[in-house]
Nanobody, 116 residues
């Protein structure tokens, strides 16, 4: 069983920055696909950014050039650096971990609110 825990959410003004962190327990972290998803009130959960076991990344069009995903396999951590935040980035952000034959796991979510 893998536990996924996010941290780093909060309230930030438009144009500001936040860094989200996610730690995944267990072994073989380097083999996991790791993703950040978000869900705003009344909307479906959507992919924000993802990073594969070979460090390939992909981003939602709405965050390209502003957000950056990275991972530290030695620490079982994945990060989401969010810059130039906009009110429309307000959502609960979830960390997701998945690996072939090992299942997939969600964190409990962390709230990000962008408001003046």
């Amino acid at each position: 069983q893998v536990q996924v825990v996010e941290s780093g959410g909060g309230l930030v003004q438009p144009g500001g920055s936040l860094r989200l962190s996610c730690v995944a327990s267990g072994s073989m972290f380097s083999r996991y696909y790791m993703g950040w998803y978000r869900q705003a009130p009344g909307k479906q959960r959507e992919l924000v950014a993802a990073i594969t076991s070979d460090f390939s990344t992909n981003y939602a069009d709405s965050v390209k050039g502003r957000f950056s995903i990275s991972r530290d396999n030695a620490k079982n951590m994945v990060y989401l650096q969010m810059n130039s935040l906009k009110p429309e980035d307000t959502a609960v952000y979830y960390c997701y971990a998945a690996a072939v034959m090992r299942g997939d796991y969600w964190g409990q979510g962390t709230q990000v609110t962008v408001s003046s």
